[in-house]
């Protein structure tokens, strides 16, 4: 290993700590990382020059002696620009380099062929910088988050649920405009990234998101578990059911997500929707289906309609072999969900019930409900540009 690496090795660690451990001294820094109070102080200073890093006052003490002087990352140092690309919404932030939000802009760009969508897109994000006053040379990278299947090395979609149906590279797009690091991968990794930075004491877990698709990322020793394959972590198109509809992504039949996620909920729900069947979601969506949300469904579920508790009860089931499946495969410390489904109470319990029926360990000390909302979600992108570009020097 050559000097320099060793050196940007061990700047990496002393970055890392301090995010861990903020306000601590370089005595202390250097006993957290294993390396010489000499060497610490030497890799701090062009950090302090630059201003990297910052010093935020002394440690008082009774002992005699000199001082300790408490360090900081400066959060401040550089800015980094997160693109989330949903259907019908796509939502430009703009972040310091803890991941709060300082501006934010949602755009209703229609759902349209990529060469469209992008051209707009890139008019709004270059008056975006114009009206905030944010130079480039203020930018550490800008993080795109896509739905689906990504190749994270060429920075492509391959297969973008709810939107595009070719591939496209928003990297190499974006490039030509923008003279910074361009970071593009999966929504559900995005947010493995995000939830690490959350919560510093987890390295090893297994994190699955449920929305209008279901994936998942693992988490080894503080890394992504990463295979060559962009649909890697797909564990939503897991074969859970016979069936006859062919998924239009996995191309199976009887994968879990073409069956239970929420748009396959939706589209189960609407085909029994009545007055009859469903009196209190009928009341909710005003007698028209069109009014159909998957937060209607769940309000539903909590006042009783028997229909939607059926349905919940079956997706809480087949998902639950799914998680008991990933434990026994990879054996995660923690398995996390994320997702509006989460929030509800009847279905997290019918999904504790049935895990509970087949595993005698208590489940309840491995899985865990996310923190990250929807609100929160929208700033994932930023995370792997922070993380790559600023820690992984």
């Known amino acids: 290993m050559k000097i320099k690496d060793i050196k940007e090795k061990n700047t990496s660690k002393i970055l890392n700590y301090l995010r861990k451990n903020e306000g601590i001294s370089k005595k202390d820094l250097s006993e957290g990382i ?46 980094v620009i997160g693109i989330d690309i949903k259907k019908n919404k796509t939502t430009i932030i703009i972040t310091n380099l803890k991941g709060d939000i300082l501006n934010k802009i949602i755009l209703e760009l229609e759902n349209q062929e990529p060469e469209k969508y992008l051209k707009q897109l890139l008019e709004y994000l270059e008056k975006f910088l114009l009206d905030t006053k944010i130079s480039f040379t203020e930018i550490l990278g800008i993080g795109i988050g896509v739905v689906g299947a990504v ?52 390295n090893d877990f297994f994190l699955l998101k449920y929305g209008i698709g279901v994936g998942g990322s693992l988490v080894i020793g503080g890394e992504l578990f990463k295979k060559d394959s962009a649909f890697s972590g797909e564990v939503g198109h897991s074969i859970v059911i016979d069936d006859n509809e062919i998924c239009p992504i996995c191309k199976r039949r009887g994968c879990f997500e073409n069956n239970f996620s929420e748009k396959a909920l939706i589209k189960k729900v609407k085909k029994i929707f009545n007055s009859e069947k469903m009196p209190i979601l009928y009341n909710l969506a005003k007698g028209d289906e069109k009014n159909i949300d998957f937060k209607k469904i769940l309000k539903a579920g909590s006042l009783g309609e028997n229909e939607i508790l059926i349905l919940l009860e079956e997706a809480s089931k087949y998902l639950g072999i799914i998680l008991l499946n990933m434990f026994t495969l990879f054996y995660p410390k923690k398995i996390i969900l994320c997702g509006e489904i989460f929030k509800n109470e009847i279905f997290i319990n019918y999904l504790f019930s049935y895990i509970h029926q087949k595993q005698i360990l208590d489940f309840k000390k491995i899985i865990v409900v996310s923190e990250i909302d929807t609100d929160k979600e929208l700033k994932s992108s930023v995370y792997p540009v922070i993380k790559e570009k600023f820690y992984n020097i």
């Open 151 to 202: 190749d994270s090395v060429e920075g492509k979609t391959i297969d973008f649920i709810g939107f595009w149906n070719e591939e496209v590279f928003l990297k190499k797009i974006f490039e030509k405009k923008f003279n910074v690091p361009i970071i593009v991968s999966n929504n559900v990794k995005n947010l493995a990234i995000q939830q690490m930075f959350i919560n510093n004491d987890l």
């Open 34 to 79: 294993k390396l010489s109070p000499s060497t610490v102080t030497d890799l701090c200073a062009p950090l302090l020059k630059e201003k990297i890093i910052e010093e935020i006052g002394m440690l008082e003490s009774d002992k005699p002696g000199r001082k300790k002087v408490l360090l900081k990352i400066n959060y401040d140092y550089k800015k």
